[in-house]
């Protein structure tokens, strides 16, 4: 079993930046490819960035301002988001998959608590 633990979450003002830290147990932390999504009030849960062994995807409302990485050393994946929009406010999550990334949320096996991001002025 794999264990997640996120911070980095805050309130922050629009065009503001936060960086996301996701921390995971596990020796082969290497192999697995991470995700991130986020959860807005009254909305269903959304993907929103992944990263695997050499790739990364990203949902197209965040594209040009998120940027995710992963340090294999740490056992940590990062979310540095710039630009930030009011309509970015959510949880976030991490989730590990065993397989290739994807940008789905049934496909991960585990999931972090969420940390929680405001955008507002």
């Known amino acids: 079993q794999v264990q997640l633990v996120e911070s980095g979450g805050g309130l922050v003002q629009p065009g503001g930046s936060l960086r996301l830290s996701c921390v995971a147990s596990?020796?082969?932390?290497?192999?697995?490819?991470m995700g991130w999504f986020r959860q807005a009030p009254g909305k269903e849960r959304e993907f929103v960035a992944a990263?695997?062994?050499?790739?990364?995807k990203y949902a197209d409302s965040v594209k040009g301002r998120f940027t995710i990485s992963r340090d294999n050393a740490k056992n940590t994946v990062y979310l540095q988001m710039d630009s930030l929009k009011p309509e970015d406010t959510a949880v976030y999550y991490c989730?590990?998959?065993?397989?290739?990334?994807?940008?789905?949320?049934?496909?991960?096996?585990?999931w972090g608590q969420g940390t929680q991001v405001t955008v507002s002025s």
């Open positions: 596990g020796r082969t932390f290497s192999t697995y490819a």
């Open positions: 990263i695997g062994v050499r790739s990364t």
């Open positions: 989730a590990v998959r065993y397989q290739y990334s994807t940008t789905k949320d049934i496909d991960y096996n585990y």
